[in-house]
């Protein structure tokens, strides 16, 4: 890439590489459901949360996210995958065989049994087709892909140098001391005068939008037939970030053509103040507190 960026990405699930080479699309910003784990559904955005990498306690928010993206033009379809697809997730331990077509995973839900035929369609355990969503169409487009997404790849941070680091985000954040479930009107990420965040990318400042462009346009020459991979706004300028998570270990691509993940908060610590030496400027995250 021409920008001289450190890009910071959230660790990606390894089992969507799979799909991302078959070519399916990612989910754009506005399918907000969690993606499947495990089973024939990994990587997808499964209709019923049962099949999701979120705990039995979420499934009521998985599904408001799933009505909400199909009130927006997303649609569930049948689920089928390649042989390669299936020998994957046996192999991987993700899926086991039990003869005649028939197969279990273990989600959070419990054990899962399906029925998988020789065209790859899946079934549930009483024969019901497994259905995955598609996108819904990106705000102020009539376009709807009709194939299934995967999980897109999240961008955890945009870490310019100094000559580049006067960037504004259209909405301010609070810090995560202050965050919980407040109705103080203080506490709300605040809009800057006369801007509100993207309707497809977030809450995302015009250089970071130019790095999101440049870098689905590398990834498209480089083979990927899925349209967009990077969709939004990274996570150190999300306003609604639960806050810093380790689970994330986030991947850095640094300039210099080399790659480092980070594994603890005092690593990542350690790496920004690296990179401040370098001149430069990994941003300040209120949420985040670093």
Known sequence: MKYNVVLGIRMPNP????????????KNFHMKAKSSQTGPTAGFIAEKPIYSKISPSSYHKQSDYIASAVK?????????????????????????EMGNGRYYAEYPSGRQEFI???DGQVFDDKSNPVRVMTNPPESGSDYADSRPITADYDLFS???????????????????????????DFLKPKALPGQDEDANMGNLHFFGMTIVQALNREIANEGYKGGKLVWHN???GNPFSPGFDIADKPIFI?????????????????????LRREKYAPEYSPIFGF
Not at 72 to 96: H, V
């Open 15 to 26: 089992l969507g590489r799979t799909l991302l080479s078959e070519g399916y699309p990612s």
């Open 158 to 184: 945009i870490i310019p140098n100094l000559n580049q680091s006067v960037n504004v985000r259209p909405l301010t954040s609070s810090p995560k001391a202050l965050r919980g479930n407040f109705k103080q």
């Open 116 to 118: 998988i035929n020789s």
């Open 234 to 236: 990274d996570e150190t």
């Open 72 to 96: 927006k033009g997303a649609i569930a379809i049948d689920l089928k995958i390649s042989k390669y697809r299936i020998n994957e997730l046996i192999s991987t331990g993700n899926l086991t």
């Open 254 to 274: 640094h300039p210099a053509g080399y790659v480092i993940q980070i594994n603890s908060k005092a690593e990542l610590l350690d790496f920004y103040a690296q």
